[in-house]
């Protein structure tokens, strides 16, 4: 069975009607043709003669050959082993062994709605490949205007709902990450409120804000967000806090790509200052504390969500669970409902 009409599997390799982020946008660079895994899915990035990214599925819809092994032609793409050529919208325009054949003019190979915002490429993996896709609604800190931000990418051997896991998870901030210079501060204790949203909730410590890793915002709907704020000391330059938005896709059911943006409103030479910074000094502190989280998540146990002994701290995980299972098994239920039986005639 097709594990992607499963609820388990939905959950593992991320649910549909969805955009997920799959890659930095410079992975993909003009007339390459790149492979990637993503969400459950082979696929095939490459961009046009104008630059306009296409994500399409990686197997020739003639005998299933990786496209990615084919020829860029601009505006096609020509598969290596009998040269037919599909267009970015999954178009068959050539099939020069048998010219004027049945298969030219189909729209046979899958083909996934791709935009580009903020330094990486989105694809919408919806759950009735015919429908339109939902917009992809953007954070505000990485919609440009008076935010300026840097996006790092990392790629991490564990299930991306481990990382879901840990970004909800303040309280790991003054544990695991106590040495660092951004999360040394306050208190090692704390009870925790959940605040419902128009998308999703807030989890937040009661008695501290602005302190360490405090709060935490989960935003659900066309895509899946977290974000969150890291207090700054006076020697990160000019600027409020920094906000972190991080987006997640499952590579596979044990890896996981990660994007965080790290982000910081400024203006004028204020942005110049930060960005100098970012560069020569807290870039490298950054991905240090990064690494501690993916030691963590990487040598956490396959069956770890089957022996745990959750507390007060962990409300927001057990939320974001439910919701998941919930939304995958519905999704699982539309897959799996019966098609509409043509009406039967009455003699
Ligand atoms: S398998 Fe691609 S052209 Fe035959
Ligand atoms: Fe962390």
Redesign the pocket.
Known sequence: MNPLHTTEGLLRFGLRDRWYPLCPSGHVRPGELVRIERAGEQLLLWRDAAGAVHVQEDR??????R?SQ?VHMGDRVA??????QVDAEGTVVS?PGSPGCALEGRRVLRTFPAEEHAGAIFAWFGLDESAPPAPLEVPEPIAGGEWSQFLCYVEWDAPYLYSLDNLLDPMHGAFLHRNSHTMFAGKREAVFQIRATDKGFVFEKTDQRGVNFDWVELTHGGADWVTLDIPYPDTAGPGGPFTIVAGLAAISENRHAGFFWRCRKVSGWERDSWRFLYRNRLEARHYAVLEQDREMAEAMPADAWDRENLYQHDIALVRMRRLLKAEAAKQVARLTEPATAAPVPVA
Do not use: S, T
């Open positions: 020739c819809p003639h005998r299933a050959a496209l084919g598969c290596n082993y009998h040269g037919v099939v």
